[in-house]
Structures are given as structure tokens and as C-alpha cells.
């Protein structure tokens, strides 16, 4: 199975309200020749890359119906309320590197505003 992932992006979003916080989304898309494989991202092995500013993802491939030899484009998202610390992502199995943005921040009196994304940092 060949299929090719782009267009990846990673920001942070600030979601008010009960159980308020930092939202960190990742999302990309992946392109298969096939039809019925199915793309995931999960918070991999953070020994790999153990700079406490970069998350680690791995892309998980599975075959769920293989169908007919049709290119399909998947969307792929990762959402999750790991921490206010990452500015980077890396996607392993697509050896992706992403800056992390931040859409939404807290303000005071709970009203939120738009930064721009941090710098870029390489290690």
C-alpha cells in the first residue's frame, strides 16, 4: 500500500468555560491508492525526541475494508489537552515536523485573543 501525507498543521485553541483549558490540534490528510485504509494519530514514544517543547505523534495505518484501488484522500486529526508546553509536533511514520500555533489564549476576565505563532525553534 503506498499512500502520501500533507498539509499538516498544529495549533493550540483556548476552549472557555467548565473545564476550561488548552486544546492542542494537530491535522493533516493522507492519500492512499487504495480505498478502506484508515489513518490515526496517538501520542508516541517521547524518548525519541526527549525535548520537553516537541510531542511526539505516531501515524497509525490500518486496513479496515479494503475496497477497490481508488485514491482516497483521509482527513486526519489528533485533538487533546496535553499541555500548554509544546511548540513542536513530529509525526513519526510520515517524519513530519510541525510548529505549533496558538489560536486562542486566555485573557483576563476570560475573553480570548488571537497571537501570532511562536517563532521557529530548531534543536
Partial sequence: MAYECRNWSACYDYVP???EGL???VSGECECDWEGYEFELRVGDQGINP???CLNLDLLVREANRGP???TTSAVRFADRVG???RRVVIQGGTVDV???TLHAPRHR????RRPPPSRERV
Fill in 17 to 19: 468555560g467548565p473545564g
Fill in 23 to 25: 486544546t492542542l490540534h
Fill in 51 to 53: 525535548d520537553p517543547r
Fill in 69 to 71: 484501488a481508488v485514491v
Fill in 84 to 86: 500548554d508546553t509544546y
Fill in 99 to 101: 510548529e505549533v500555533a
Fill in 110 to 113: 476570560g475573553r480570548a485573543e
